[in-house]
């Protein structure tokens, strides 16, 4: 059975309407955890701590969408725009 692992982060966003982050290095990485409600739990409890922020946003990532095990590896070069 396949891992379904999710990402839970978040920072202070530049506009409240967009996903942009105001400094990068600044981004809160909650954890990696093994299933959809745990990290649900987690995101959660981070977005009430957050509240009164409206420039603070959390998002779930979603791992095991980004990885394929039977894919041949990709290069690491950064894509152009």
Same mark, same amino acid.
């Given at each position: *059975?396949?891992?379904?692992?999710?990402?839970?982060?978040?920072?202070?966003l530049? !506009?409240?309407?967009?996903?942009?982050? /105001?400094?990068? !290095?600044?981004?809160?990485?909650?954890?990696?955890?093994?299933?959809?409600?745990?990290?649900?739990?987690?995101?959660?409890?981070?977005?009430?701590?957050?509240?009164?922020?409206?420039? *603070?946003?959390?998002?779930?990532?979603?791992?095991? /969408?980004?990885?394929?095990?039977?894919?041949?590896?990709?290069?690491?070069?950064?894509?152009?725009?």
């Open positions: *059975m396949a891992q379904r692992l999710h990402l839970v982060f978040g920072g202070e530049v !506009d409240p309407a967009k996903s942009v982050f /105001r400094n990068v !290095d600044d981004i809160h990485v909650v954890g990696i955890f093994p299933d959809y409600q745990t990290a649900y739990n987690a995101w959660r409890a981070e977005a009430q701590r957050t509240v009164d922020n409206a420039h *603070m946003r959390y998002f779930i990532a979603h791992l095991h /969408r980004l990885r394929d095990e039977d894919a041949e590896g990709s290069s690491t070069e950064e894509l152009s725009n």
